[in-house]
């Protein structure tokens, strides 16, 4: 049984950071990717970054690029999400999902892809 444990939300001001983490335990990920995604009320879940185990090719959606970075830790199975120059529309629940399988570079972006999600950790962005 995989499972993801998000950490590291909370309540920022605009401009502020924020860096959140993603354990996963029950799986060591040799092939695969972990991704970020987030969902706003109201909104359908959209993504936001996306990392591979093998290589640690990255990417990113384009409202994020530049402004968070993502990066993992293979030694500790984690995955974290930096987030800095933080805006209110970035406020949202943000979860994290894990697939151990072949990489697509187009279905990484796609929530269907993954196998296995976080429960979610709140981001909040204050104006």
């Known amino acids: 049984q995989v499972q993801l444990v998000e950490s590291g939300g909370g309540l920022v001001q605009a401009g502020g950071s924020l860096r959140l983490s993603c354990a996963a335990s029950?799986?060591?990920?040799?092939?695969?990717?972990m991704g970020w995604f987030r969902q706003a009320p109201g909104k359908e879940r959209e993504f936001v970054a996306a990392i591979t185990w093998r290589g640690g090719n990255t990417y990113y959606a384009d409202s994020v690029k530049g402004r968070f970075t993502i990066s993992r830790d293979n030694a500790k199975n984690t995955v974290y999400l930096q987030m800095n120059s933080l805006k209110p529309e970035d406020t949202a629940v943000y979860y994290c999902?894990?697939?151990?399988?072949?990489?697509?570079?187009?279905?990484?972006?796609?929530?269907?892809?993954?196998?296995?999600w976080g429960q979610g950790t709140q981001v909040t962005v204050s104006s």
């Open positions: 999902a894990g697939a151990g399988k072949l990489v697509s570079d187009y279905l990484i972006r796609r929530t269907g892809w993954y196998d296995y």
């Open positions: 029950g799986r060591t990920f040799s092939t695969g990717a």
